[in-house]
């Protein structure tokens, strides 16, 4: 079996597992920085290496428009084409097709919409988004489903979650088939796994019946938690996750879609997630923002015009372990491609240390004490008004 | 004595040699990637080292208004201010000057300008200049000169190229000075050369007498040749550097400014140039244009769309050793930040490993026949209609 997820030692809901897929083992919980067009944004697969990153995400919406899948396949799959031989998941293109497109349509069959990059009508089924991933082939490939605002109230959040439930049908059989099938169109390379979307907004009889039904549609390698981190305050998200815990098979990976921030992957792992994602990270990197331990950090702020000390003083990264805040400050201030690739690097490498620092809090049996002290420290450097981020 | 130039071999005109400089050797004839703002466009120091690069280039017009020198002499030099342990040169600004500023008035004591980024006024003498290149702490510093265009008439070239000498005598003063002042002021790092500008435009007089007059003012570590590749027509640009050739020193380095592209290097070093430098490979890179062994290729074209190949298959360049066509066109149609720094990446590799090359020629008594091989299959291929950089 391709797929294996192994529990090593449990803190609370929190798990340190490895999840082990066709292009090597994830050690979880663990963060997967996103690579929307087959490339982590200004990062290298070397640089991802080097930062010992296990498992990276790209997006069935993106990549069908650019380059097209039919194109990736035709070059030996997304694994050759982009140069990362680690696990790739792919998103099925649901977040994107109901946040980035536009005049969408949905009825039971599919979702017809326009592509942002062109204005082109295209119509995304659960079979064709299926059949575009398995064209990709990436390891883990996210079924299509119906995603909606995250305070939609409890009727339109069930329409979307149970349709979200029928398409999960629809995606297996057809992924099935494409398995069975095995011909010439179908991808040169190994096998995947599907993961359902577990979907219900906010509400929680949604959530608890949706994880009950998708459970009980079939055992799956993992599940992905969706529609949460849209809009509504954490506090509910806290709350669905904590739902989730409850409702998901515990020996699967769960993995919680488009999240993020250092305090919400705490949060997320605190509460059973094993699997993160999000392009919070390179995003900010691209913009001049920072994570640190201290808390965060706009480094185009005056205070850093002569300051020699590394961005993060706790941070190895290979911005900080080389370069000051000054030098930092102007390669962003003068829109240097180096600035945003240096703290691309150190934002994503800052997710995946704090996973890999959460997973040994986990075995060593004190992951309370670990990320209580964790967020105290986050909260306090990002509070204080002459920052110890800023002023070494 | 820290500068210290020794010629290994000859081949016509041509010299392998290696230029000893404070913070290590060049081996000559060597291509300098450009810093501009203490960063070679989209590519790391660590990049560097790995392509080889012996020797950079940093701009103290751009440095001194961005992040400014009195910055970058506090937070100990250029060197550790980039992290770049190797040998830097930095020009004096009098290119920038007159290209990029506005409005600028020359007179005997120097030139003002309005800054390209505020439309501040600024007054560069040649001692001022000579101060901001000793904040920067550059290894080579090149004198303050009067930079014409082109094409301009003898007359306007005789005044300039007078200046320019003129203007070396201050420079060299002012070198002087600070160095012996050695005071807080002062840059803390170790001992600098000061390169004349031999100008002249295209009139052989002029070129003669400049180079003779610098050469009776004093025992320079080094030349360089300015006012070239702005404009001029190549078989002008040859024919100057042979009298450039005949006129300067031959026991010292000589170095062409601003150039350039593969071609230019190669025609360079037949006629005595040991040093280079050109933005071209990271611009090109930023547009999506590569330098390959069989000429020039606009990565963007519609062909490579479906290209398994490797861009350059005579390269071992980061990106051609691991990534396709196919791939390196999606990344640059698609204006990921990956695709031009690995277009950079390979650009400068390339002019670095031609430089090499051309060395190693030299040195091994064929350097006539490998660079007239050369240049017929760099031409060859850009001129072909399916050309095999295209069509492998």
């Known amino acids: 079996m391709p797929f294996r997820f192994t529990i090593e030692r449990t803190a609370g809901a929190a798990r340190a597992g490895v999840f082990t897929t066709p292009h090597g083992a994830v050690e979880t919980p663990s963060f997967m920085p996103v690579g929307t067009l087959a490339s982590v944004k200004a990062i290298d697969p070397d640089d991802l290496h080097a930062m ?55 009825d039971e069959n599919g979702v017809e919409f326009k592509s942002h990059l062109d204005g082109s009508t295209r119509f995304f089924t659960p079979e064709l988004v299926m059949r575009i ?49 095995g011909d ?12 359902p979307v577990v979907q219900g907004g906010i509400h929680e009889v949604l959530r608890r019946e949706a994880a009950s039904r998708t459970a009980a549609a079939g055992d799956f390698a993992g599940y992905g938690i969706g529609g949460l981190s849209v809009g509504e305050p954490k506090p509910e998200t ?62 185009k702020r005056a205070e850093l015009r002569a300051d020699g000390a590394p961005l993060d003083p706790n941070c190895g990264c290979p911005l900080c372990s080389r370069f000051s805040r000054a030098y930092l400050r102007h390669l962003v201030t003068s829109d240097e491609i180096l600035g945003l690739r240096l703290l691309s690097l150190h934002n994503v490498h800052f997710l995946v240390a704090l996973m890999r620092d959460a997973r040994a809090a986990i075995r060593d049996e004190r992951f309370a004490r670990w990320s209580r002290e964790w967020l105290e420290r986050y909260y306090s450097g990002a509070a204080s008004p002459s920052s110890p981020a800023t002023t070494p």
């Open 52 to 106: 010992r990153v296990q498992m990276i995400l790209a997006n069935a919406y993106h990549l069908h428009l650019r380059p097209g899948d039919e194109l990736v396949r035709q070059l030996g799959g997304l694994h050759r084409f982009m140069g990362w031989d680690g696990p790739i998941l792919t998103d099925s293109g649901g977040f994107q097709v109901f946040s980035l497109a536009d005049l969408r349509r949905v």
């Open 238 to 299: 806290y709350r669905i996750l904590e739902v989730m815990d409850e409702s998901l098979p515990r020996e699967r990976p769960r993995y919680l879609m488009g999240v993020g921030f250092p305090e919400d992957l705490i949060e997320g792992v605190r509460r059973g997630v094993d699997l993160f994602d999000c392009v919070a990270p390179t995003r900010m990197g691209r913009t001049g923002a920072a994570f640190t331990s201290l808390g965060r950090v706009n480094v």
């Open 184 to 195: 010439a169109t179908a991808a040169p390379y190994g096998e995947q796994a599907l993961f």
């Open 133 to 181: 991933e398995r064209n990709l082939g990436a390891d883990v490939i996210m079924q299509f489903d119906h995603v909606i605002p995250g305070q939609s109230d409890d009727v339109a959040a069930r329409d979307a979650s149970e349709r979200s439930i029928r398409w999960l049908e629809r995606c297996r059989a057809e992924f099935v088939r494409l398995d069975e099938t």
